[in-house]
């Protein structure tokens, strides 16, 4: 059960991972380009390699992307066909050098039905585009503030639908998103519960990434805002139920807490392997 956390890749895939190695991750996660732009860095073919032997000396897990937070599948013309294509472009160039899985937040829309099917027709574009490969792309379960698409079960299940149920279509599931938009995870009954409810709606087997993160607000507050492992609304007790879960630890897990810079997280680190029953 690989554990890591949210660093950068913008110096290059060996310096993220000595980064990780550095903070006792075992995987990491990272943007796959510029969080609130377009811009993308070319990632060599002397990089990939380095990467590899690095990887393989360090023990590390495959790493898990983050694509920009522009993109919106949900809209229409320009910024839907921006978002195909960078959610295509990022599948290829994330698989280049063995991330796991590439994780997208859904999008927004007015009318949601109308955005559902948009988001899915966007995926299935972008994963054609993609070509082969074993990077997922995993829809990202949201808190469900107003508009956003892909915080109930129901919603992710509609878009894989439409996106015509492809195997490198996965979901991504945040501890903060899930208590925000009202599922009570803080005990292995509640845990279980959210598992169902997603399970029945997109099958089991499509989860493939944990975000985790406290919540700074309340169960069902629909607001979207981390907090660092404890120091939440979930607090120590409810993340150690989530990192008890057998389910949910056997998830590649990346931490997005808020921290002030990356070597930080080598403390959040500690505390989710202490809650984990770790070290
Ligand atoms: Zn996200
Ligand atoms: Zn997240």
């Given at each position: 059960m690989p554990l890591?956390?949210?660093?950068?890749?913008?110096?290059?895939?060996?310096?993220?991972?000595?980064l990780a190695a550095s903070i006792g991750a075992d995987t990491f996660g990272f943007h796959t380009r510029n969080p609130r732009?377009?811009?993308?860095?070319?990632?060599?073919?002397?990089?990939?390699?380095?990467?590899?032997?690095?990887?393989?000396?360090?023990?590390?897990?495959?790493?898990?992307?983050?694509?920009?937070?522009?993109?919106?599948?949900?809209?229409?013309?320009?910024i839907w066909e921006f978002g195909v294509r960078v959610v295509g472009e990022d599948l290829q160039r994330c698989a280049a050098f063995g991330a796991h899985a590439i994780v997208l937040h859904p999008g927004h829309a007015v009318d949601a039905e109308a955005g559902l099917a948009r988001v899915g027709e966007g995926v299935k574009r972008a994963l054609e585009a993609a070509g082969n490969g074993e990077t997922l792309l995993c829809l990202e379960?949201?808190?469900?503030?107003?508009?956003?698409?892909?915080?109930?079960?129901?919603?992710?299940?509609?878009?894989?639908?439409?996106?015509?149920?492809p195997p490198r279509l996965g979901v991504c599931l945040d501890t903060c998103h899930l208590f925000a938009a009202g599922w009570d995870i803080r005990t292995h009954e509640g845990i279980d519960r959210m598992l169902a409810a997603f399970g029945d709606a997109v099958g089991r087997g499509r989860i493939q990434v944990l975000h985790l993160n406290d919540s700074r607000f309340p169960l069902g507050s629909h607001r979207d805002r981390h907090a660092r492992l404890g120091q939440g609304e979930i607090g120590e007790e409810g993340l150690r139920a989530v990192r008890a879960h057998p389910?949910?630890?056997?998830?590649?897990?990346?931490?997005e807490t808020p921290v002030d810079d990356y070597p930080d997280y080598a403390g959040e680190i500690a505390v989710a392997r202490r809650l984990g029953g770790e070290g």
């Open positions: 890591g956390a949210h660093l950068t890749m913008s110096k290059g895939l060996p310096a993220a991972a000595r732009g377009g811009a993308r860095r070319v990632i060599s073919a002397e990089e990939i390699a380095e990467w590899r032997a690095l990887r393989q000396e360090l023990g590390l897990a495959a790493p898990v992307g983050h694509l920009p937070y522009t993109i919106n599948l949900g809209s229409e013309r320009d379960g949201m808190a469900g503030q107003t508009g956003e698409l892909g915080a109930e079960p129901g919603q992710l299940a509609r878009i894989i639908r439409e996106a015509g149920e389910f949910l630890r056997g998830l590649p897990t990346i931490l």
